[in-house]
């Protein structure tokens, strides 16, 4: 099984599943998954600790059924030219939703590899249509950005994981390979790779194909 099978395999299917760094900020995510809020995110953190899973997970949560074109998910790294982000504040976030909520959402992932003029033109437009557009950006490096960026979003830091937090994903992904595992050694392994959750699906696979294993050697 290879990683990118073993990952979809087990990457959260649900609001329920995603994994954050705290309960506390779980709760906060909470607020936008019921209704109470509406307003631009910055996900901060580093690479691998479910920014981008949270953030496609988002639009869906808060209008199940989304229309596909009420949300456009951009990769700044690709596409995010001073140019594409004048394009979309002239455009796309100035639009109407399709959806009986009236939400739009625009996803900018890994924003901080925008240049400073895309980030100027950014910070002004999210001023636009704000009761109806939700911007939401990742960020592995937020101090590229500048104050009145990071001020105009609700802002949440990925960069320290916990074991509580993440102790769970690794046991219901062992229950879901039949695989047992003592509870010391899981706890082990989290701590090892609690600040990534691809490294620590990384590591639980190589555990799976560890026992996996063994149980063939008996068997033979």
């Not at 939703?97 to 959402?105: C, I, P, S, T, V």
């Not at 802002?155 to 047992?180: I, Q």
């Not at 600040?195 to 294993?213: F, H, T």
Request: proline fraction near 3%; aromatic fraction near 8%; include cysteine.
């Amino acid at each position: 099984m290879t990683m990118s099978i073993f990952f979809e395999k087990h990457a959260p299917k649900t609001f329920d599943e995603l994994v954050f760094p705290s309960a506390e900020m779980a709760e906060r995510f909470g607020h936008y998954k019921d209704g109470n809020k509406f307003e631009h995110i910055l996900m901060y953190g580093p690479h691998g600790c479910g920014k981008t899973t949270i953030a496609k997970m988002l639009p869906k949560v808060i209008v199940p059924g989304i229309h596909a074109n009420d949300v456009q998910f951009i990769s700044a790294a690709k596409d995010a030219s001073v140019e594409r982000i004048r394009e979309l504040a002239d455009g796309y976030m100035c639009g109407t939703a399709w959806n009986d909520k009236d939400r739009m959402f625009l996803i900018l992932d890994e924003a901080d590899t925008m240049s400073t003029e895309a980030k100027t033109v950014l910070r002004g437009a999210l001023e636009k249509n704000s009761e109806r557009l939700m911007v939401i950006l990742t960020s592995n490096d937020v101090s590229k950005f500048d104050h009145g960026l990071f001020d105009r979003c609700d802002d949440f830091d990925f960069t320290h994981g916990s074991v509580t937090t993440y102790l769970p994903l690794a046991e219901r992904v062992l229950r879901a390979e039949n695989v047992t595992v003592p509870d010391e050694a899981v706890v082990e392994l989290v701590k090892r790779h609690s600040s990534s959750i691809r490294q620590l699906l990384r590591a639980l696979e190589q555990v799976v194909l560890g026992v996996r294993k063994k149980q063939m050697q008996i068997a033979a």
